[in-house]
């Protein structure tokens, strides 16, 4: 079955950096698009960066951009999110998300906090 479960999360202080990774399996992980999302406290989950399942297109939030890049291994299964010049308001769960074989898959997620 098609799993997604990200990792690299953790307590950073502002300004800091964070990679997260999304390990993929149950799907031809090449083939697809994939996508984080986060979900701060209080707030509406919202889409942070995408990736083509070539790798070669990208697109991010205006609120991330310049701060985080989104990129993929294929030959691993794996999505990351490198996060930079992390703030306080980045404190959210990231969670992984892809549209594959018809269906709608998320991960589980993983707790991102900002904090001195």
């Known amino acids: 079955q098609v799993q997604l479960v990200e990792s690299g999360g953790g307590l950073v202080p502002p300004g800091g950096s964070l990679t997260l990774s999304c390990a993929a399996s149950g799907f031809t992980f090449s083939r697809y698009a994939m996508r984080w999302y986060r979900q701060g406290p209080g707030k509406e989950r919202e889409l942070v960066a995408a990736?083509?399942?070539?790798?070669?297109?990208?697109t991010y939030a205006d609120s991330i951009k310049g701060r985080f890049t989104i990129s993929r291994d294929n030959a691993k299964n794996t999505v990351y999110l490198e996060m930079n010049s992390l703030k306080p308001e980045d404190t959210a769960v990231y969670y992984c998300r892809t549209f594959a074989l018809l269906r709608d898959y998320w991960g589980q997620g993983t707790q991102v906090t900002v904090s001195s």
């Open positions: 990736i083509d399942s070539a790798g070669s297109t990208t």
